[in-house]
Nanobody, 122 residues
Framework: QVQLVESGGGLVQAGGSLRLSCAASGHSWSNYLLGWFRQAPGKERELVAAINIGSMTYYADSVKGRFTVSRDNAKNMVALQMSSLKPEDTAVYYC????????????????WGQGTQVTVSS
């Protein structure tokens, strides 16, 4: 059974940093494209960043230059380093994985974590 577990969320002041991690079990991480999504209250889930099996990365325009996604296949982990955080970054953040498909589309992902809350105060 595939499980994804996020950690690292919390409360931070605007301008601060947080590092989210996602650990996977149940499948070989190296064969999967990995994504970070977020969902704020009343809004649709949106892609934040993704990294494919060749470590090519994709970012939402709103986080480019502030967030960095990375993967460690040996540890079955993906991380999201978030810097210069803004109140509008407040959301529940989810990691997800898929074998093939469009990294930008949530419905293309096969497995999801339970989410971790990130709150940025002004």
């Amino acid at each position: 059974q595939v499980q994804l577990v996020e950690s690292g969320g919390g409360l931070v002041q605007a301008g601060g940093s947080l590092r989210l991690s996602c650990a996977a079990s149940g499948h070989s991480w190296s064969n999967y494209l990995l994504g970070w999504f977020r969902q704020a209250p009343g809004k649709e889930r949106e892609l934040v960043a993704a990294i494919n099996i060749g470590s090519m990365t994709y970012y939402a325009d709103s986080v480019k230059g502030r967030f960095t996604v990375s993967r460690d296949n040996a540890k079955n982990m993906v991380a999201l380093q978030m810097s210069s955080l803004k109140p509008e970054d407040t959301a529940v953040y989810y990691c997800a994985s898929q074998r093939t498909g469009n990294p930008m589309i949530a419905s293309e992902y096969d497995y999801w974590g339970q989410g971790t809350q990130v709150t940025v105060s002004s």
